[in-house]
């Protein structure tokens, strides 16, 4: 079935027995579980496991946030990732299970990747892989497909135009439209049942710049138009939609030495942007999400590589949340084992965070998975 056929007659629903594993939603499809890591870490050449950081790599941690104390909620561990990842450029929620798709790990940056996370269970699940394996993949969830667009080839660079769409209750992909431009770390997010997909890293190859392209594909015409650009060009940021406006923080320009506090405000009624207060710390590659009707943001990186050696490393474990009535930050617990390039989403009252680079850029992955809620 090609592809434009398979969007006309829509994603099939098919009913499964007692053995399926519904949870919070009908006809889930069941998946073979998959195992916790063996080891939490383990490094991009080779793919060798590691048990424990080296104290040089454990200097790169910073912890400390400037933003005024607010409540400071806990952390606590849950089941690893069935292999240490990164750069699967963040994570999506459908049916209360979290998708990572794609990315680093195994000794490769073309993986396909794809396992789910039920937190009833506290277990992982091996889904349908992407049909072509990428890094830093954009990924967002809506009535029942997982949408993922574009990504990298090669480690940082080299997009591609791939886009494809998982249906959740039969376990497969299928192609959708192509993006119009090539690009991979950008930003996905649903509004009005359409996928945004905002800035991003372009071609060609030996400059990999960032882009503020802002591109919109409509599931029912299986088509993209185009949007107002993101004011001031970036990747690795983090995006999410609340009460109708999309928002987008952070994020670099072109590399992590060029991190940015940025926070800008798309308002579709009116294609425009709006900068808002800027994040207390300036950082790439964090995850961010709506908890309790604040934006919470976590980890991310910043720092200098001079011919592979990292330089003023950090990898950041802060915890950031901004409240959009009052346009304040404040700072709460920071994850216990700091990371960027995370798979974090909300799961119930719970705010996960799995897998992401425990060090400077993408020599080292990490399977840690842990969990933060508010008191």
């Not at 192609?175 to 950008?186: C, E, H």
């Amino acid at each position: 079935m090609d592809r434009r056929t398979f969007l006309a007659t829509g994603f099939a629903t098919a009913a499964f027995g007692a053995e399926a594993l519904a949870q919070h939603a009908d006809h889930l499809p069941p998946l073979k579980e998959a195992q916790p890591s063996p080891a939490p870490y383990s490094r991009l050449r080779g793919g060798d496991f590691v048990h424990h950081l080296e104290p040089e790599q454990e200097a790169q941690r910073v912890f400390d946030s400037p933003a005024p104390e607010g409540p400071q909620g806990r952390w606590f561990p849950r089941a690893p990732l069935p292999l240490p990842r990164s750069e699967m450029a963040w994570a999506t929620a459908w049916a209360s299970r979290m998708h990572i798709v794609g990315g680093y790990g195994e000794g490769r940056v073309d993986r396909a990747y794809h396992h789910v996370y039920d937190p009833d269970r506290d277990r992982w699940f091996d889904a349908a892989p992407l049909p072509r394996g990428a890094n830093h993949v954009a990924v967002a969830a809506d009535a029942g497909r997982v949408y993922a667009l574009g990504g990298f080839i090669q480690q940082n660079r080299d997009p591609d135009t791939n886009a494809y769409a998982y249906d959740v209750a039969t376990d497969r992909w299928s192609a959708i439209a192509p993006l119009p431009r090539a690009r991979g770390a950008a930003a996905a997010v649903v509004l009005d049942g359409r996928i945004h997909l905002i800035g991003g890293g372009g071609a060609p190859v030996q400059e990999r710049a960032s882009v503020g392209w802002h591109e919109v594909y409509d599931p029912k015409t299986d088509r993209w138009e185009t949007r107002k650009a993101l004011p001031g060009a970036r990747d690795h940021v983090g995006c999410v939609a609340h009460d109708g406006v999309i928002h987008v923080v952070g994020g670099r320009f072109n590399t992590f030495e060029y991190n940015t506090d940025l926070y800008h405000a798309y308002l579709p009624d009116r294609d425009t942007w709006e900068e808002r207060s800027p994040m207390p710390t300036a950082r790439s590659g964090h995850g961010l999400v709506v908890y309790r009707d604040r934006l919470f943001a976590m980890g991310g990186e910043a720092g200098i590589l001079q011919e592979g050696v990292p330089r003023q490393a950090k990898v950041f474990g802060q915890m950031e949340s901004y409240d959009p009535k009052t346009e304040s930050w404040q700072r709460h617990a920071p994850m216990p084992t700091p990371r960027h390039a995370v798979g974090a989403t909300v799961l119930g009252d719970r705010i996960h965070v799995a897998g992401g680079g425990v060090v400077l850029g993408g020599s080292l992955q990490s399977a840690v998975h842990e969990a933060f809620a508010l008191d």
